[in-house]
């Protein structure tokens, strides 16, 4: 992962090597937050440098001498874990090109995501050893403090109310109906600047992030889009799958501030946050950024709390029932402030699913005064977007 971006607005957090030379320049790091920087290549000079306070979190340094000395003159390290495929303190959110780096070399054995994922498994999968515990909470704390920023700038610029999640089936395949109707809501929100937010998987949730995607582009290239990937339809075909998502990438590039500023890639993709414990399900390569977790608690709970502006349940089985109710719970007792709309997807779905009957008097009853009206079932997406829009 490269760190090497623009300055954000966390004074206190340095996440690349330029702006860790402007502070050397001042010749005080006291009290900053260092952020797996390589300073063994191109090793500056501390000497009469202020380090007091400063904490080195996941750098890597010239040698055991340098790191004693600052060690001695009152900062704090904690160090990179060795023998590991991943950052143990990632600065900044994944890309697509991350996630999938290696793959034009050895397919989807060889990327990225996939070598972290089998050594996920290797080493004990969700029930790790203390070392590799320690650096996967490591590695989950950077992507929790990259994605606090990242969602601070959008909030700064577009409110919090105009994040909306979209959950889902993993198994839709491309080119399905579910698949079409959930990239074409996610289009829908994008062009009028909301933010998508996915689990990060196959199926509805690749779909929410393409539609997004597509968001500067018009509705016929995005149907043109997934007529090409539905030549790979399931995920479980790894290689072709992956490989049709990146032709799709090739043929139809993000706009140039997709591919460079924060605000520019969610508004280009949205944001998904997956997980390394489902690591077989291939990388979804249409998010502008992305959150990917060890913890997959951490990552749902995160889905949950970003989607202010409401949430889109498309056709799904145990995991999107599962979601609806963690996120009932947190719209009941206002855990997270006040939410928009539950908009269910194809009304014989969720007829078979009976959870309105549920959801209904459960959030009736919210201490914080009726909130069933926010459930909406529908088989329209102009009734989704007007619920959405509110």
């Known amino acids: 992962m490269s760190v090497d971006l623009e300055f954000d607005n966390t004074a206190f957090e340095v996440e690349s090597r330029a702006e860790f030379d402007l502070h050397l320049a001042r010749r005080s790091l006291a009290g900053l937050v260092i952020l797996g920087l390589r300073l063994d ?29 600052l060690l001695r003159r009152g900062a704090h390290l904690v160090p990179p874990f060795d023998a590991r495929p ?41 029930a790790p050893d203390i070392r590799e515990a320690l650096a996967q909470r490591l590695h989950d704390a950077g992507i929790d403090n990259a994605l606090g920023k990242a969602v601070d700038a959008w909030v700064g610029a577009h409110g919090a109310e105009r994040a909306v999640g979209i959950m889902g089936g993993h198994a839709a395949p491309r080119g399905s109906g579910a698949y079409r109707m959930a990239a074409t809501l996610a289009w829908r929100l994008a062009t009028i600047g909301r933010l998508v937010v996915t689990g990060g998987g196959p199926g509805v949730m690749e779909a929410a992030n393409l539609g997004s995607y597509f968001a500067a582009r018009p509705a016929e290239q995005l149907r043109a889009a997934i007529d090409r990937l539905a ?45 390394w414990l489902y690591g077989h399900e291939p990388a979804n390569l249409f998010a502008g950024q992305i959150g990917k ?12 709390r970003l989607s202010r502006g409401g949430i889109v349940f498309a056709p799904g089985w145990a995991g999107t029932v599962q979601e609806i109710f963690q996120a009932a719970t947190k719209t009941f007792y206002q855990t997270d402030g006040p939410s928009g709309a539950f908009v269910f997807l194809d009304r014989a779905h969720w007829r078979d699913l009976p959870v309105e ?3 209904r008097p459960l959030l009736a009853k919210s201490p914080h005064g009726d909130q069933s009206h926010l459930i909406v079932i529908t088989d329209s997406l102009d009734e989704a977007m007007a619920a959405l829009s509110r």
């Open 86 to 126: 991943y950052p143990t303190h990632p600065a900044t959110l994944y890309t697509p090109e991350d996630l999938s780096f290696g793959f034009a070399q050895g397919g989807f054995a060889g990327m990225y995501d996939t070598q972290v994922y089998d050594h996920f498994r290797e080493h004990g999968g969700a």
């Open 231 to 275: 030549a790979a339809p399931h995920f479980d075909d790894h290689d072709p799958y992956t490989a049709a998502a990146l032709a799709v990438r090739a043929a139809y590039p993000a706009p140039p501030t997709g591919a460079t500023d924060v605000l520019g890639k969610l508004r280009h993709g949205g944001l998904a946050l997956p997980t």
């Open 293 to 304: 977790y060890f913890s997959n608690a951490v990552r749902e709970d995160s889905i949950l």
């Open 41 to 69: 290549q191109d090793p500056p000079d501390l000497t009469g440098v202020d380090v007091t306070d400063a904490l080195f979190v996941g750098c890597r340094l010239a040698g055991a001498d340098v790191e004693i000395d």
């Open 357 to 359: 009957a549920l959801l």
